[in-house]
Nanobody, 124 residues
Framework: VQLQASGGGLVQPGGSLRLSCAAS????????MAWFRQSPGEEREFVAF???????QYADSVKGRFTISRDNAKNTLYLQMNSLKPEDTAVYFC???????????????????WGQGTLVTVSS
């Protein structure tokens, strides 16, 4: 599967952005889909994932501010980001995997497919 992330940009603290991730393939609904982010000099960190028949899971740092969703008819994953903070500044990546393993889907090495990333900058 190929992934194409978009929607990043410059936003002021407290603002909102919606990221999109368009996926190829005919079995999108079965994939576990996730967002990760990476700041300069930092490791890639988990943001949120969405898996079939399961509740979404979020990193504590974004819980209550970010919402992950998917439109299976459009093969698209979204990340609605509200109340953005400067520490949310990062390159955001979407990821996909055909499997779901309990307790492992917050780890980047659980995903086989990655998009190219989109930069989100939160600054006044």
């Amino acid at each position: 599967v190929q992934l194409q992330a978009s929607g990043g940009g410059l936003v002021q603290p407290g603002g909102s952005l919606r990221l999109s991730c368009a996926a190829s393939g005919r079995t999108f609904s079965r994939y576990t889909m996730a967002w990760f982010r990476q700041s300069p000099g930092e490791e890639r960190e988990f943001v949120a994932f969405s898996a079939q028949f399961r509740y979404p899971q979020y990193a504590d740092s974004v819980k209550g501010r970010f919402t992950i969703s998917r439109d299976n008819a459009k093969n698209t994953l979204y990340l609605q980001m509200n109340s953005l903070k400067p520490e949310d500044t990062a390159v955001y990546f979407c990821a996909a995997d055909e499997s779901y393993v309990v307790g492992r889907m917050t780890q980047s090495n659980s995903y086989d497919y990655w998009g190219q990333g989109t930069l989100v900058t939160v600054s006044s």
